[in-house]
């Protein structure tokens, strides 16, 4: 068991710095190349900070774990919108543009809401099909945004001063070898405490595999809370949601297709993320702020929620 502790450990660790290390390279030669702010603000790194929860649950699903699939998905869209928001919103109170209460928050709902009703005892092939299409429905609306500017400037902001081009990318190389080797070793190492501890996949997957795989939104959260980066903060978060449920659950269905064996304890979690998600759309639409009162209830409805996951 130690050497699933450590190897669960030096997974997490991993994962933190090699994805954080690939989001910001990708970020840089997207800068450095001129591409669009809204490119790089949505897709790079509001879905790229999902790279782990992408290959965890894509890997699981490839080799027979449902539930650590599933439960990574619906686990770190509860992290994402309780624990982590929480913990950004203490350190920067965010003000909310309007485009995210109209647009980007309730898509996140939509998209999160349409996997919880697919998701019910399994995603079969057919179901992954249509939770990608809805991906690429999503993603053609959230790339039409307006007003760029601020999102530009939080972009500049991200990226930092510009690097030689094949630095960044030789950096967004080996975060990408480091993402896909802290995946594996994370996904390892919680099956076999798993086993050994006589808990269900589903509840290591909602739990420590989800919380280990948040930690790159985690560290942009906390990277822009510092610099004031409102705007990337929460389209980080919810374009990261609405990858997990649409495009990560689509290549589980894909891939996976098998019956979940823990699905009342995973549909109750989904249930309890979309709830999660329509509750931070109204603190967004109260005054257009997030303030640190409301942080700490996020964080404190994470605390409450742990017993769902693992009761």
């Keep these: 068991m130690v050497i699933s502790v450590v ?29 669009a702010p ?23 699903a490839a080799s027979g774990q449902p539930e650590i699939a599933v439960g990574n998905i619906v686990g770190s ?23 995210a209460v109209r647009r980007e928050a309730p898509l996140t709902v939509a998209g999160m809401a349409l996997f919880l009703l697919l998701v019910r005892g399994g995603l079969s092939p057919i179901e992954g099909l249509v939770l990608i299409a809805s991906m690429v429905g999503a ?23 510009n690097h030689a081009f094949r630095v960044e990318v030789l950096r967004t190389i080996v975060g990408l070898i480091g993402t896909l080797a802290g995946a594996h070793l994370l996904l390892w190492a919680s099956i076999d405490l798993a086993d050994r501890a006589g808990l269900s996949e589903a509840i290591i997957g909602a739990t420590i595999v ?40 689509g290549v589980v269905g894909l891939v996976g297709g098998t019956p979940l064996l823990d699905a009342a304890r995973l549909t109750k979690a989904a249930a309890a993320a979309v709830a999660l998600g329509a509750v931070v759309w109204v603190m ?11 942080g700490a209830i996020l964080v404190g409805v994470y605390l409450a929620l742990i017993p769902l996951l693992v009761g």
């Design 38 to 60: 809204v490119v790089v603000g949505v897709v790079i790194v509001g879905f790229g900070t999902s790279t782990p929860e992408f290959l965890v649950s894509a890997s699981a």
């Design 210 to 249: 989800a919380v280990g795989t948040s930690l790159p939104e985690l560290v942009t959260v906390i990277q822009s809370a510092r610099r004031g980066e409102s705007d990337l903060i929460l389209g980080n978060l919810l374009g990261s949601n609405l990858f997990n449920a649409l495009a990560v659950g």
């Design 77 to 99: 869209n509860l992290v994402n919108l309780s624990l982590i928001l929480g913990i950004g919103v203490l350190i920067l109170p965010l003000t909310v543009g309007s485009r």
């Design 284 to 294: 967004m639409s109260t005054g257009h702020r997030l303030r640190r009162a409301e």
């Design 139 to 161: 993603l053609a609306i959230v790339m039409r945004r307006n007003g760029e500017s601020d999102l530009e400037a939080d972009v500049l902001k991200f990226a930092g001063p």
């Design 7 to 35: 190897g669960l450990v030096v997974g997490v660790a991993l994962l933190a710095w090699a994805s954080d290390q690939l989001v910001v390279g990708a970020a840089r030669i997207a800068v450095i190349r001129r591409v």
